[in-house]
């Protein structure tokens, strides 16, 4: 079982979304300064509950592992993962290990961020592609995606391993039989490291996220 699921909260209630959240998101929620920030960290926790909501888990533990990545520890066959950017949240959920990220293409990315930091040949790749900072977001949501999958997160160095984007998506001298998939939605991009192929994003309205208790 998968489910991959996003939502713009550019028009979310904040004042009605915090009363839906719980006391460790709200202390979360506070965190921030900005109300752009707040949002995110709101609607992609009503996003969550609402998947989970949908397979009747209405009661999660939420707990983090030893990089920070968030487990539900009263439902130890349900895993699930969170990103946002710009005015987008996504979470994923699955009965194996899933990671994911959604990204807003930034036409002016560095693109020396690759250089540096991407394999060899993921920069040459995007070096030599026609449209530059949209093949970078590739391989930066899949790359994120599987940092976020190992629960390492950023200590995984990303030129530690290489995705390659071929007719099929895979990460190199890959021993679990990972599947990829990518998803373009408007001005992002959206990468999945499971062990599903994802064929459907489903995009739910900011509405259909209030009225879980």
């Given at each position: 079982?998968i489910?991959?699921?996003?939502?713009n909260?550019?028009?979310l209630?904040?004042?009605?979304?915090y009363?839906?959240?719980?006391?460790n998101?709200?202390e979360?929620?506070?965190?921030?300064r900005f109300?752009k920030d707040?949002k995110?960290?709101?609607?992609?926790?009503?996003?969550l509950?609402?998947?989970l909501h949908?397979?009747?888990?209405?009661?999660?533990?939420?707990?983090?592992?030893?990089y920070g990545k968030?487990?539900?520890s009263?439902?130890?066959?349900?895993?699930?993962n969170?990103s946002?950017?710009g005015?987008?949240?996504?979470?994923?959920?699955?009965?194996?290990?899933?990671?994911?990220?959604?990204e807003?293409i930034?036409?002016?990315?560095?693109?020396?961020?690759a250089?540096?930091y991407?394999y060899?040949?993921e920069?040459?790749n995007?070096?030599?592609s026609?449209?530059?900072?949209?093949?970078?977001?590739k391989?930066w949501v899949?790359?994120e995606?599987?940092?976020?999958?190992?629960?390492?997160?950023?200590?995984?160095?990303?030129?530690?391993?290489?995705?390659?984007i071929?007719?099929?998506?895979?990460?190199?001298n890959?021993?679990?039989?990972?599947r990829?998939?990518?998803f373009?939605?408007?001005?992002?991009?959206?990468g999945?490291?499971?062990?599903?192929?994802v064929s459907?994003?489903?995009?739910?309205n900011?509405?259909?996220l209030?009225?879980?208790?």
């Amino acid at each position: 079982m998968i489910k991959l699921a996003y939502c713009n909260i550019e028009k979310l209630d904040l004042i009605k979304g915090y009363g839906l959240v719980s006391k460790n998101r709200q202390e979360k929620i506070d965190f921030y300064r900005f109300e752009k920030d707040k949002k995110l960290s709101c609607g992609a926790y009503l996003l969550l509950k609402k998947l989970l909501h949908e397979q009747n888990i209405t009661d999660p533990i939420f707990k983090t592992e030893k990089y920070g990545k968030a487990y539900i520890s009263n439902h130890e066959n349900i895993h699930f993962n969170l990103s946002h950017s710009g005015k987008m949240v996504l979470c994923a959920i699955s009965d194996m290990e899933v990671g994911t990220d959604v990204e807003y293409i930034d036409p002016k990315i560095d693109l020396n961020i690759a250089r540096h930091y991407f394999y060899n040949s993921e920069y040459e790749n995007i070096m030599k592609s026609k449209n530059k900072p949209d093949e970078f977001f590739k391989y930066w949501v899949l790359k994120e995606s599987y940092m976020k999958y190992t629960g390492l997160g950023m200590n995984l160095k990303l030129d530690s391993f290489e995705i390659i984007i071929d007719d099929k998506i895979k990460l190199k001298n890959d021993n679990e039989n990972l599947r990829f998939n990518l998803f373009n939605i408007k001005n992002y991009k959206i990468g999945i490291a499971s062990h599903y192929n994802v064929s459907e994003l489903i995009e739910y309205n900011v509405n259909e996220l209030y009225g879980l208790k």
